[in-house]
C-alpha cells in the first residue's frame, strides 16, 4: 500500500537556507494533506496542514504547495534552522473532516550549521 | 499549550498477556485515534472513535484489539492476547473542530 509517498529518505541542507521535503501520492479521493515533524521517542508534531481546494499555505518559516494535477505536494522550510532537523512526514486524508490519516515513509532532514 | 498524554511510556509483556495502553485527549477534541509504527515502517492507522463508538478501523485492527472511553477522559486501546507482531510504538491522535490531529508522544509496546 503506497499510496502516499515520499522518494527521498534522507535530505541534507545548510542552515540558513531552503530545505524542500517533496510527497507524492496516488490516490486521487484524498483532499486533506498535512505535514509532521517527528524526533525520536516522540509522536509526530503537527506543522501544517493544506485541503485540495488550495494551491498553496503559510505559517511562518513554513509553506505547503499542493500540486492536485500532479498529485504531489512540498513543504518549503526557509530559512532552515538545527532544530528543524527531524524526520518529516507527509499525510493524507479522504475528506476535509475528522478522517483517519494514510502516512508516507518519511524524509530525514539534517541541518548543516 | 494542550496536549496529548499516553501511559505508560514503555510496556513489555509475554506474548500472550493482555494490554492496555492509555490515552489522555485534549479537553475540547471529540474525535480520537490510535496508529502504529512498527521500527523502520510507516505510521499506519489502527482504528478512529467518536460519539462512544468505532468509526473507522483498518484490517490491522482485528477481534484482538478493542477501545474504549471508560470514564469520559481516559480513552484506551486493549490488545487481548498480544503476539510478538504487535511489538510497536503505538500513537493516540485527537481532533477538533479545525481537523489537524494531534499526537501524543507514544508507547513503546514490546511483547517477548
Known amino acids: 500500500d503506497q499510496q502516499v509517498k515520499q522518494n527521498s529518505p534522507s535530505l541534507s541542507v545548510q542552515e540558513g537556507r531552503i530545505s524542500i521535503l517533496n510527497c507524492d501520492y496516488t490516490?486521487?479521493?484524498?483532499?486533506?494533506f498535512l505535514w509532521y515533524k517527528k524526533y525520536p521517542a516522540e509522536g509526530p508534531t503537527f506543522l501544517i496542514s493544506i485541503s485540495s481546494i488550495k494551491d498553496k499555505n503559510e505559517d511562518g518559516r513554513f509553506t505547503v504547495f499542493l500540486n492536485k494535477s500532479a498529485k504531489h505536494l512540498s513543504l518549503h522550510i526557509v530559512p532552515s534552522q538545527p532544530g528543524d532537523s527531524a524526520v518529516y512526514f507527509c499525510a493524507a486524508s479522504v475528506r476535509f473532516g475528522n478522517e483517519k490519516l494514510t502516512f508516507g515513509t518519511g524524509t530525514r532532514l539534517t541541518i548543516i550549521p | 499549550e494542550p496536549e496529548v498524554t499516553q501511559t505508560p511510556s514503555h510496556q513489555v509483556t509475554q506474548m500472550g498477556q493482555e494490554v492496555i495502553l492509555r490515552c489522555v485527549p485534549i479537553s475540547n477534541h471529540l474525535y480520537f485515534y490510535w496508529y502504529r509504527q512498527i521500527l523502520g515502517q510507516k505510521v499506519e492507522f489502527l482504528v478512529s472513535f467518536y460519539n462512544n463508538e468505532i468509526s473507522e478501523k483498518s484490517e490491522i485492527f482485528d477481534d484482538q484489539f478493542s477501545v474504549e472511553r471508560p470514564d469520559g477522559s481516559n480513552f484506551t486501546l486493549k490488545i487481548r492476547s498480544t503476539k510478538l507482531e504487535d511489538s510497536a510504538m503505538y500513537f493516540c491522535?485527537?481532533?477538533?473542530?479545525?481537523?489537524?490531529?494531534?499526537f501524543g508522544p507514544g508507547t513503546r509496546l514490546t511483547v517477548t
Open positions: 491522535a485527537t481532533s477538533g473542530s479545525t481537523y489537524e490531529q494531534y
Open positions: 490516490n486521487s479521493m484524498f483532499d486533506y
